[in-house]
């Protein structure tokens, strides 16, 4: 069973801001929600997290929703290298260190 | 240095062969992590190490052997492995308690 789902693709414009949504509705209160992506032939690579608030990196934004359920991750302006597949895996409180990947959202940023 | 270094980025075995993956860091991290990806799909956790110690085995099969002689080192045995074994092994390390885990490029394995 899912624990986090996310659309399968999204296509952007080079220069135009590219928002990624996930819903996990199954999120507890104490669970931050975690974004990672993978370019393609690459281990994936740690984006961002946040707990209740928004956060900003030098990478993407993260905006989640008052009730938690859902956020959206934010590229102010993708490049050609953003392309890639973007996760928001559900960390998983029974065991530490669990992470589960969902299928994830192949992102295609062109020119 | 923020990088996790896997050895070998490819290898191909036969069934009855048996290799390991090597997997390093020097972050200082005290927790590492073996996944498996096949074609397509996201990583799936294989194991878990914190404090050099095996935290989470999920019910991978017995052919698949980790160890963590320390705490930069991590290592993959294999043997007797079958086709359906082939994919990209990845190693991943954080700090405990930390879900931001930093992930090596892979060894991409194909059993023969």
């Known amino acids: 069973d899912a624990k986090t789902t996310q659309p399968p693709s999204m296509d952007c414009a080079e220069g135009r801001a590219a928002n990624l949504p996930c819903n996990h509705s199954t999120i507890s209160g104490n669970e931050y929600v975690y974004w990672y992506r993978q370019i393609h032939s690459q281990g994936p690579q740690y984006i961002i997290h946040g707990l209740k608030n928004n956060e900003t990196n030098e990478m993407a934004s993260l905006i989640i929703t008052e009730d938690r359920k859902s956020s959206t991750l934010i590229l102010p302006h993708a490049t050609l290298r953003d392309t890639a597949v973007y996760y928001c895996p559900h960390m998983t409180t029974d065991s530490w260190g669990k992470l589960q990947f969902g299928a994830g959202t192949q992102v295609v940023v062109t020119p | 240095d923020t990088e996790v270094t896997q050895t070998p980025k490819h290898l191909v075995m036969g069934m009855t062969n048996k290799k390991s993956l090597k997997c390093e860091q020097h972050m200082g991290h005290r927790a590492m992590y073996w996944y498996k990806q096949k074609a397509k799909k996201p990583p799936e956790l294989m194991f878990v190490?914190?404090?050099?110690?095996?935290?989470i085995n999920e019910s991978v099969p017995s052919r698949f052997s980790p160890e963590c002689p320390n705490s930069s080192l991590l290592n993959l045995h294999l043997h007797a492995l079958q086709p359906e074994d082939s994919a990209l092994y990845l190693c991943a390390s954080s700090q405990p308690d930390d879900y931001e885990q930093y992930f090596g490029p892979g060894t991409r394995l194909t059993v023969t």
């Open positions: 190490y914190s404090y050099e110690k095996l935290s």
